[in-house]
Structure formats: C-alpha cells, structure tokens
C-alpha cells in the first residue's frame, strides 16, 4: 500500500516562495502518476473539495497546471528519492490552503483526474498575508 507525506508548508508574504515535497513509499515510486490539489483551511477536506493545482506523469516528462497558477508553480519528481515536488513562486493571498499531492496508477485517465479512490496525503498548509 502506497503511503504519501507532505512537507514544506508554512506561512509566507505575497510575492514569496515556497517549496513543498511530498515522499512517497509502500510501492514503486514509477508506477504512478501524481498530483498536488489544494482547498481552503476553511473546508472540508473531502476529495471533491479539492482544486487541481498540477499533475506530473511517472517519469517527469508530461506536466498540466491550472491556469491559476501557470508561470507561478512548478511541478517535478525525483524518482530515486521518490518524492514529487511543487515550487509555489509569486505567491498571492488567494493561494492560501492545504496543499495536498495524490498518487495514481501511471495508466490511469487524464493526467490531471484523480479520484477518491486514489491515495492522497493529508496536506500541509500554506498561508499567503498581504
């Protein structure tokens, strides 16, 4: 069974950066796609509550972002480590939330479609002030 963790979250100022990381173990970090999504502290963390942020495809070579955040974030993966990364650049307030990274199948759907179904960590949370 796949485990995931996410790291890297805190509280920065508009126009900072942020580096978060998710590692990944219980099975080989090749067989998956992943994913970061994020929602609002002030929701529920149900999976459907969750925005797509940005998808990367198991061997680093296919990337989508969400419009909002294109140009600001990057996403990429370090197979040997196994861990998926998200460079959170130009922060703005309206991106605060919990961030949360999702392992799936690598021949599952859509590269950015995850699911319930899937495995998904339990979030960290980034705050963005003014």
């Known amino acids: 069974q796949v485990q995931l963790a996410e790291s890297g979250g805190g509280s920065v100022q508009a126009g900072g950066s942020l580096l978060l990381s998710c590692s990944v173990s219980?099975?080989?970090?090749?067989?998956?796609?992943m994913g970061w999504f994020r929602h609002s502290p002030g929701n529920e963390s149900e999976v459907r509550n969750r925005?797509?942020?940005?998808?990367?495809?198991?061997?680093?070579?296919?990337?989508v972002y969400a419009d909002s955040v294109k140009g600001r974030f990057a996403i990429a993966r370090h197979n040997a480590r196994p861990t998926v990364y998200l460079q959170l650049n130009s922060l703005k307030p309206e991106d605060t939330a919990v961030y949360s990274c999702?392992?799936?199948?690598?021949?599952?759907?859509?590269?950015?479609?995850?699911?319930?179904?899937?495995?998904w960590g339990q979030g960290t949370l980034v705050t963005v002030s003014a």
């Open positions: 999702a392992a799936k199948d690598r021949s599952e759907g859509a590269l950015q479609e995850f699911n319930a179904l899937d495995t």
């Open positions: 219980g099975r080989p970090f090749s067989e998956f796609a």
């Open positions: 925005d797509f942020v940005a998808a990367v495809n198991w061997d680093g070579t296919r990337t």
